[in-house]
Nanobody, 129 residues
């Protein structure tokens, strides 16, 4: 099991940038996939980005591709999400998620919130127009 704590959310204006971070703790963090999901108001939780254990696979949702960058520091057990050119539609609670790395996962597994076993408490990102 991995414990996850997100930080860095806040209120920004459209076009601004913001970086949120997730600190992971646990003996085997470096064997876990770490990703970001978000839940807009009144909507379901959706995939944003994921970074596998050794960076061999990095995926983004179409809605954030080209604007968001996920990075991982294995020495510090953190995963960051740099968000540029933010839009009001990016307003959501952002959740860090973790799952044990599985060689048999397909792309759809990485995108599926049910694939992840551990979740942080979430951090609010609000983008005003």
């Amino acid at each position: 099991q991995v414990q996850l704590v997100e930080t860095g959310g806040g209120l920004v204006q459209a076009g601004d940038s913001l970086t949120i971070s997730c600190a992971a703790s646990g003996r085997t963090v470096n064997t876990y996939v770490l990703g970001w999901f978000r839940q807009p108001p009144g909507k379901e939780r959706e995939f944003v980005a994921v970074h596998t254990t050794r960076g061999t696979k990095i995926y983004y949702s179409d809605s954030v591709k080209g604007r968001f960058t996920i990075s991982r520091d294995n020495a510090e057990n953190t995963v960051m999400l740099q968000m540029n050119n933010l839009e009001p539609s990016d307003t959501a609670v952002y959740y860090c998620a973790a799952a044990p790395f599985r060689t048999y996962w397909t792309t759809s597994d990485y995108y599926n919130k049910r694939s992840y076993s551990d979740w942080g408490q979430g951090t609010q990102v609000t983008v005003s127009s």
